[in-house]
């Protein structure tokens, strides 16, 4: 779509935690974002986040939802929504093209199936980025931290069912700081976040008694505290 000289594209910031589950076999835990590898110029080698121009019949979340589908074979997200835009005017080459940022969540321990140029990539340790993606990471990354204190949006990175000690792994991942389990069920269980499932997990092979399992009481955005924060401890 292009208005005189200028273009609109639309483009992913797409986070899973990846191995905060017991039986995990991924080495490398923690926030991940997917990006597939430039093939040509500008910026060839370069990782990018996927998206692309929008089609003329297109409106924003019905581009990137196709983009998605059709460029890194991603079709199922937990969550979905626009977060920003970014409008310098040079921030890629050629014809200025205005850029509406999404944030997207991939739930644990999905596992997609990804073209052979995509990647799940640490945010903590991000490869060289094409063109202004790099700050649109952690742009996506800085809201994703602000809904986790005020909204239910755990529910998207979790597991249908979890022990708390799994979804503090997550939170811990997501946040970027250490989380207590007793202190984070204490808070979203009074805000009516997560709820017992009445089961129990399988018994590890060092034995112990096995853990309670929970769920998110809502599987759709919404939220419950606007003033609160998770804040590191100490």
């Known amino acids: 779509m292009q208005y005189g000289n200028t273009a609109h594209e639309v483009l992913a910031v797409v986070f899973q935690v990846r191995g905060a589950e017991p039986q995990s076999e991924t080495a490398d835990t923690g926030l991940h974002v997917l990006l597939w590898q430039r093939a040509m110029e500008p910026e060839?080698?370069?990782?990018s986040l996927p998206g692309g121009r929008i089609g003329v019949d297109e409106d924003l979340t019905s581009s990137v939802?196709?983009?998605l589908a059709e460029k890194v074979d991603l079709r199922e997200l937990a969550h979905l929504e626009q977060l920003?835009?970014?409008?310098?005017?040079?921030?890629?080459?050629?014809?200025?093209t205005i850029a509406s940022t999404f944030l997207g969540l991939?739930?644990?321990?999905?596992t997609p199936e990804l073209p052979p140029d995509t990647r799940w990539h640490?945010?903590?340790a991000l490869p060289p980025m094409?063109?202004?993606h790099g700050p649109m990471v952690e742009h996506a990354r800085t809201r994703l931290v602000a809904k986790l204190s005020y909204t239910n949006i755990?529910?998207?990175?979790?597991?249908?069912?979890f022990?708390?000690?799994?979804?503090?792994d997550i939170y811990h991942a997501a946040l970027g700081h250490q989380v207590d389990a007793t202190n984070l069920q204490r808070v979203l269980e009074r805000r009516k976040v997560i709820t017992r499932t009445g089961t129990t997990a399988r018994s590890g092979r060092s034995g112990g008694r096995p853990a309670a399992l929970y769920k998110f009481a809502d599987a759709r955005y919404r939220v419950t505290d606007e003033f609160a924060a998770l804040r590191p401890p100490g």
């Open 84 to 96: 920003a835009v970014f409008s310098d005017p040079h921030r890629v080459p050629g014809v200025r």
């Open 122 to 124: 640490p945010v903590n």
């Open 130 to 132: 094409a063109f202004d």
């Open 44 to 47: 060839r080698g370069k990782w």
């Open 65 to 67: 939802s196709r983009q």
């Open 154 to 161: 755990g529910f998207a990175l979790a597991p249908k069912e």
């Open 106 to 110: 991939v739930p644990s321990p999905a």
């Open 163 to 168: 022990a708390l000690s799994t979804l503090r």
